[in-house]
């Protein structure tokens, strides 16, 4: 169960440091997803994002990209649960920016305000999990915790807890839910008939071999 972290409080690296954990991360990762640091003080390097969304996304056709509304040729469908994606970003990259270029990256269409990145900790045998405010630094948390993701890992959910507030979707995002509810229901009525058809075939086979004149 995830538990709710208090906020660390940030650090500020010299240059030196900076370049003392950059070469200390790189000696650690095992999956060549490496950090280098520009003469200028920014690096770069990779992180990975897991997806969980509970509710569709709305994705964009190939004719409506670059478009801000949605229309109705746009398309409703759920993520698999515990989908990752690796982002290549700089140290100066926001949590904002990151949560948009995931969003462009999968040619979401939705509002990138409906969406927030937790950072997730284990210690002790527990989870920590806590929600990242804008400004924060993506990268620069991936140095500090180093590449293990048993130590940090980021995560992608909807930013509204508790009650959806539908008022919040367009209309074309509720339509496409909708849609998809009317699939999902049709897929689980004819999973239960299938059910229940292969029971009555059984209780027939049964009552034909107890009434078979002998």
Not at 110 to 124: G, I, M, S, V
Request: proline residues 4%; neutral net charge.
């Amino acid at each position: 169960k995830d538990v709710e972290k208090e906020r660390e409080p940030h650090v500020y690296l010299s240059k030196e440091e900076v370049k003392e954990k950059i070469q200390s991360y790189n000696s650690s990762v095992t999956d060549k997803l490496k950090m280098t640091l520009n003469a200028n003080g920014i690096y770069t390097g990779f992180i990975k994002v897991q997806l969980e969304l509970c509710r569709p996304i709305t994705v964009q056709s190939s004719q409506n990209q670059g478009r801000c509304a949605h229309s109705n040729n746009d398309t409703a469908f759920y993520l698999p649960d515990g989908c990752v994606n690796t982002l290549h970003i700089s140290s100066t990259n926001t949590v904002r920016e990151v949560i948009e270029a995931l969003l462009k990256k999968f040619l979401v269409a939705d509002n990138p305000a409906k969406f927030a990145l937790y950072k997730r900790c284990h210690k002790e045998d527990q989870v920590y999990t806590c929600k990242l405010s804008d400004r924060e630094h993506p990268l620069y948390l991936r140095l500090v915790a180093g590449p293990r993701t048993e130590m940090l890992s980021f995560v992608l959910r909807e930013h509204e807890t508790g009650e959806v507030m539908w008022e919040a979707f367009t209309i074309p995002e509720l339509q496409n839910f909708l849609r998809i509810l009317d699939k999902e229901e049709n897929e689980q009525l004819q999973i239960l008939k299938r059910r229940y058809a292969a029971y009555r075939d059984k209780l027939e086979e049964a009552l034909g071999g107890v009434w078979k004149p002998g």
